[in-house]
């Protein structure tokens, strides 16, 4: 037996290098991202190639070892140097994400240290760092101190975890399911709709608001559809808006909505994936006003707070429900249990082990302080204003004027199909690949989408793609 756990030890021990093999390892990681991080202004924001990474699979994972070097060049080669780059500060389609650095340091720590963020009495100060991200969202959120959160791995799971305490707080159930009523416009994003079929509410209802020219709710119809409903004899239970919503960054009438939820008892969830975080601009703040009248928010620090994908947040105002609905105790956790001063991640989400996902956002947050990353938001505003004002003059039209930092714009040709050469066109800037952009479908006409909110684009960014756009009409037409 020992001869042969000497073997399985000596093989086991492999998993922990040596203080040089850590140290060459690194040195040669850190050089690979300083190389890519150096080089980023000239990488394109799109690149398309044949063989689309499969490479990867030509080097099976195997029982054995393969050196540093190499396993970088596979990296490199088949993952990096393809498809839509994040990174790049011309990446300006769907909702752009970013990547601050300091992120990767906080993961590269919590990586290390592996501290176990899931129960307060496993680690009080991972657990209390991440109820403090939770208490600083809800100060910039215009929400109570006591409203409890969770740091969720993004946007989709944080409306799922907000749409499962709404049905068990208005007691949605077998009885009832087919008569209750969510109410929601066609801008919502999908994540919605995915929610409300993982929570077991598919029976139910979805009424979808008419919204107006600017693609955002209409808040009489809104109780008109909810006091028919009541009349008729159904349930209506939840209201789901968006402060941005995916197609053009449209901002629902919070404060009017947040009011017809209050006069019908009806939970208010505001998807703010995308535009929560501006409430930390003056501008923000306005148009987001009666934010705090929402019973849960969703947020997503990987899109407005720039920091790598991976982390987005609820908040939700009633914490003894948010418990209800997510906590459970097992035998086997039953010393974990006794302690009270701190709300512990765990019973707040489907999740039990997680990633200390804390430490990405707070160690950007402490090394920059906030202020880097209310005027980068505010940036964002401006430069949209500018492109919204600089595509007209080059003979586009703009479907509306930007609320956040989404301009919908397309090209209006003298003749022929504006759809076909709208489409055309967007090829042409995606082969190109300095810049990406995106495009969707509203009101039946194929339109374009500007969309910036990465923390590298600047207004140098912003004259290229205008530049792009230009070169690319007449080359066209
Ligand atoms: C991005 C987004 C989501 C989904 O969030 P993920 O982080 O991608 O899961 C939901 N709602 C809105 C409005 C979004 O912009």
């Not at 990296?75 to 601050?100: F, K, T, W």
């Not at 944080?158 to 709404?166: K, P, R, S, Y």
């Not at 949605?172 to 087919?178: F, K, M, R, T």
């Not at 109780?223 to 789901?240: Q, R, T, Y």
Request: a negative charge; hydrophobic letters at 40%.
């Amino acid at each position: 037996m020992f001869e042969r756990l000497d073997q399985l030890e000596k093989l086991s021990r492999e998993l922990e290098p040596t203080a040089e093999q850590r140290e060459s390892t690194r040195d040669k990681v850190i050089a690979y991202s300083e190389n890519f991080l150096n080089g980023i202004g000239e990488l394109k924001a799109f690149e398309s190639k044949p063989d689309k990474g499969i490479g990867l699979l030509a080097s099976p994972i195997s029982e054995d070892p393969m050196n540093i070097d190499e396993v970088i060049d596979l990296l490199h080669l088949n993952v990096d140097s393809q498809g839509l780059n994040p990174a790049s500060a011309g990446h300006m389609g769907y909702i752009p994400g970013g990547g601050i650095y300091y992120s990767a340091l906080g993961d590269y720590l919590a990586d290390v240290s592996n501290r176990y963020a899931g129960i307060f009495f496993a680690s009080p100060g991972a657990v209390r760092m991440e109820n403090m991200l939770i208490a600083w969202f809800a100060k910039v959120l215009g929400y109570p101190e006591t409203a409890a959160g969770n740091l969720t791995s993004g946007g989709s799971i944080a409306n799922l975890i907000a749409i499962v305490t709404a049905r068990d707080a208005k007691r949605i159930n077998s009885l009832n399911v087919a008569r209750s009523v969510i109410y929601l416009s066609q801008q919502a994003h999908h994540s919605i709709q995915k929610a409300v079929r993982i929570a077991g509410l598919d029976e139910c209802i979805l009424r979808y608001v008419n919204v107006d020219e600017g693609f955002r709710i209409i808040p009489d119809d809104l109780e008109n559809l909810i006091e028919e409903d009541k009349k008729n004899g159904l349930n209506p239970f939840l209201i789901v808006a968006t402060a941005g919503t995916t197609d053009v960054g449209a901002i629902d009438p919070i404060d009017a909505i947040g009011d017809i939820a209050r006069r019908h008892e009806l939970w208010f969830h505001l998807d703010a994936a995308y535009g929560g975080f501006f409430m930390l601009t003056d501008e923000g703040k306005k148009k987001l006003k009666g934010i705090e009248k929402s019973d849960s928010i969703c947020v997503d620090p990987h899109k407005s707070l720039f920091v790598p994908f991976g982390l987005g947040a609820v908040l939700i105002k009633d914490t003894r429900q948010m418990q209800k609905s997510l906590a459970y105790l097992a035998n086997y956790m039953q010393d974990a249990m006794n302690s009270t001063d701190e709300l512990s991640p765990a019973d707040l989400s489907p999740e039990l082990t997680k990633h200390f996902r804390g430490l990405r956002l707070w160690l950007p947050l402490k090394l920059h302080g906030t202020k880097p990353f209310a005027a980068c938001l505010d940036e964002k505003l401006l430069l949209a204003k500018y492109f919204y004002q600089e595509i007209q003059k080059l003979g586009f039209e703009v479907l509306c004027e930007p609320e956040l930092s989404v301009v919908i714009y397309r090209y209006v040709t003298k003749i022929g199909d504006p759809d076909e050469f709208n489409k055309r066109l967007i090829e042409a800037v995606q082969n190109d690949g300095r810049i990406f952009i995106s495009s969707t479908t509203l009101n039946g006409k194929f339109v374009l989408r500007f969309s910036i909110l990465s923390f590298r684009t600047h207004l140098e960014n912003v004259k290229l793609a205008l530049k792009i756009l230009g070169e690319k009409v007449d080359v066209l037409s």
